[in-house]
């Protein structure tokens, strides 16, 4: 579903999705330096119609909330999801992508993450988050870690990325975790 809530961070703002972002997400999700570290990276490019598909799906799945990251000036630079939700349980697996390339490497995603845990922690109940990012994503994996996920796992083989299988590292944070982190600077 689309979050209601805007999460406010220093530099980033998760805001709900709009159907105005739909072409925002296909120029970005048709780039394929964006597309690479992606578990859609070999799928077929993105149309109006399959993005606005998404947009609708989406809306109505009580089991992903999904929201625009934004700078604190309002640009849209990517989104951030918690996806597979699972009340009863109390976990979801996180999804993230910068679509603007210009906004790499900056702390954009460190932040938003932070932000959606906080949420997802405090206020859906949640008391685990898990990820699955490629084993020679080294940019996520430290950024994943920043935010006090933990590997747990390899998963061999795992996908097929430009013909080739791909390993993926397996990781998670728990609520007590997250608790137990020092505020972020």
């Excluded at 709009?18 to 490019?45: G, H, I, K, Q």
């Excluded at 089991?63 to 699972?86: F, K, M, Q, S």
């Excluded at 996520?140 to 935010?147: F, L, S, V």
């Excluded at 390899?154 to 993926?168: D, E």
Aim: include cysteine; charge should be negative.
């Amino acid at each position: 579903m689309i979050s209601e809530s805007i999460l406010e961070g220093e530099r980033v703002r998760l805001r709900p999705v709009e159907e105005a972002d739909l072409s925002l997400f296909m120029r970005w999700f048709n780039d394929p330096d964006v597309r690479y570290w992606l578990s859609m990276s070999d799928a077929s490019e993105l149309t109006v119609e399959s993005e606005r598909e998404w947009y609708e799906e989406m809306r109505g799945d009580p089991a992903r909330v999904v929201w625009c990251i934004e700078t604190r000036e309002g640009r849209p630079i990517g989104n951030l999801g918690l996806h597979a939700i699972d009340e009863a349980q109390g976990r979801a697996t996180l999804g993230i992508s910068i679509g603007e390339k210009e906004q790499w490497s900056r702390g954009y995603g460190t932040e938003a993450i932070r932000g959606a845990l906080r949420y997802g922690f405090e206020e859906m109940g949640l008391r685990r988050v898990d990820l699955q990012v490629d084993e020679d994503n080294l940019r996520g994996i430290r950024c994943y870690e920043k935010c006090g996920f933990v590997r747990e796992g390899l998963l061999r083989a795992h996908r097929i990325r430009k013909g080739q299988p791909v390993n993926a590292v397996v990781m998670s944070i728990l609520r007590e975790e997250f608790e137990a982190q020092p505020p972020s600077d």
